[in-house]
Every structure is written in structure tokens, then in C-alpha cells.
């Protein structure tokens, strides 16, 4: 199906360990996107790319690690995983960087980590 | 981009058309007015956007006020499926700075 989705959609892990979050869309979208969303915060920025191999950071990136190789995934990894990266996690997805652009959300990741 | 303030939380009767007002009054220019909702976990689901024109799509009308200090959201026909929290975001450049939103709640 056509879209923008995530896996896993649940994760439990342990402290120190790694863990990769990915995300797919199917649109061919050039901008892709990972928030995440504690409750008190809102939905905070983490990294965002603007193209393959073509990444930056957001309002919140220490402790990620994103990539880009292809259009179409962008995985992001938690090299040594803290409590307090314990959070849901959206990806999206944009044609454009422009504010007439929007953007199109996965269903989420909910993380874990004890 | 600007700050939006929207009212905590509101309820709608199921049926009627439910009005969600949202304040940006430093919005610039360049800035667009947004609106996504969440439904209980899910990912954030857009609704419409706008720069200064009233736009209306399947989902959703958005009416912006001539000097774009404000802007309301209406559902026309709200259902129990509508219960979600709403946001406001006024978006010039790629990031959406998601607010607390407001809860609605459509009643039967």
C-alpha cells in the first residue's frame, strides 16, 4: 500500500543497547522527518532530510544517529539507548520544504528502554 | 515560527458543526496556517492548510481573518470519530512546532 509507515510499531530494549527505528514511504517524497512526542512536549523535532545523503538536525538530536541512502527509508538509530529516550516515535514525509508543503505521518513507534 | 494559542479543550454535539478557533497573532507573512489532529496514539493527521484565502476540503473548512491574526477551523458535520486533539500550526520553513493543541470532544 501506498504510504508512509514504521517498524517496529512497539519496542522494548534495555539501557546501553542499540536500536533502529525505520521508515518507509512510497510517494518518492524528498523531504523525510523524525519526531518524537513526550507528553508535556508536544511533538519535538529530532532530524530531518532534505534528499539521499542529505541530512540535519532538529530542535532535539543528541544521542541519534539518522541516515539516508535511499529516497524512500530513513532509519534512525539510538546508539546507546537512555531511559529518557523512552517516547513515541513519528516519522513524515514532504514533497517540499515549503510551508504550502505538508507533511504526512507514520503511524508511530512506541520505545521503551529500561 | 509564530506562536498559536488555541483554547485547552471543547465539546461538540455529534451532528453539529464544530468551530475551533486558533490565535497567531505574530504570523509573518510567508508563514502558512496549518491544522493536523492526533487521535488517541495514532500518527498526526492533517487537515488543511492556508495562507490567506478560506480554503475548504473534504475534511474541513479554514476561515483567516483578513489581517491573519486568527483562524477557525470547522468541522461541518462532527462525529464521535472527530474526538481527537487539534492543532494549530502556523508553518513558514519545514519544521511543524506542534502546541498542546485542543482536545475536542464529540458527545452523542
Known amino acids: 500500500d501506498a504510504g508512509i509507515t514504521q517498524s517496529p510499531r512497539y519496542k522494548i530494549t534495555e539501557t546501553g543497547r542499540q536500536v533502529t527505528l525505520m521508515c518507509h514511504q512510497t510517494?518518492?517524497?524528498?523531504?523525510m522527518f523524525w519526531y518524537r512526542q513526550d507528553l508535556g512536549h508536544g511533538l519535538r523535532l529530532i532530524y530531518y532530510?532534505?534528499?539521499?545523503?542529505?541530512?540535519d538536525k532538529g530542535e532535539v538530536p543528541d544521542g541519534y544517529v539518522v541516515s539516508r541512502s535511499k529516497t524512500e527509508n530513513f532509519p534512525l538509530t539510538l546508539e546507546s539507548a537512555t531511559r529518557s529516550q523512552t517516547s513515541v516515535y513519528f516519522c513524515?514525509?514532504?514533497?517540499?520544504?515549503?510551508?504550502?508543503?505538508?507533511?504526512?505521518f507514520g503511524p508511530g513507534t512506541r520505545l521503551t528502554v529500561t | 515560527d509564530a506562536k498559536t494559542t488555541q483554547p485547552p479543550s471543547m465539546d461538540c454535539a455529534e451532528g453539529r458543526a464544530a468551530n475551533l478557533p486558533c490565535n497567531h497573532s505574530?504570523?509573518?507573512?510567508?508563514?502558512?496556517v496549518y491544522w493536523y489532529r492526533q487521535i488517541h496514539s495514532q500518527g498526526p493527521q492533517y487537515i488543511i492548510h492556508?495562507?490567506?484565502n478560506n480554503e475548504t476540503n473534504e475534511m474541513a473548512s479554514l476561515i483567516i481573518t483578513e489581517d491573519r491574526k486568527s483562524s477557525t477551523l470547522i468541522l461541518p458535520h462532527a462525529t464521535l470519530r472527530d474526538t481527537a486533539v487539534y492543532y494549530c500550526?502556523?508553518?513558514?520553513?519545514?519544521?511543524?512546532?506542534f502546541g498542546a493543541g485542543t482536545t475536542v470532544t464529540v458527545r452523542a
Open positions: 500550526i502556523a508553518r513558514g520553513y519545514y519544521k511543524l512546532s
Open positions: 510517494w518518492s517524497h524528498s523531504y
Open positions: 532530510s532534505a534528499a539521499a545523503d542529505i541530512t
Open positions: 505574530t504570523i509573518s507573512g510567508n508563514e502558512y
Open positions: 492556508g495562507l490567506k
Open positions: 513524515a514525509s514532504s514533497e517540499s520544504s515549503s510551508g504550502g508543503y505538508e507533511q504526512y
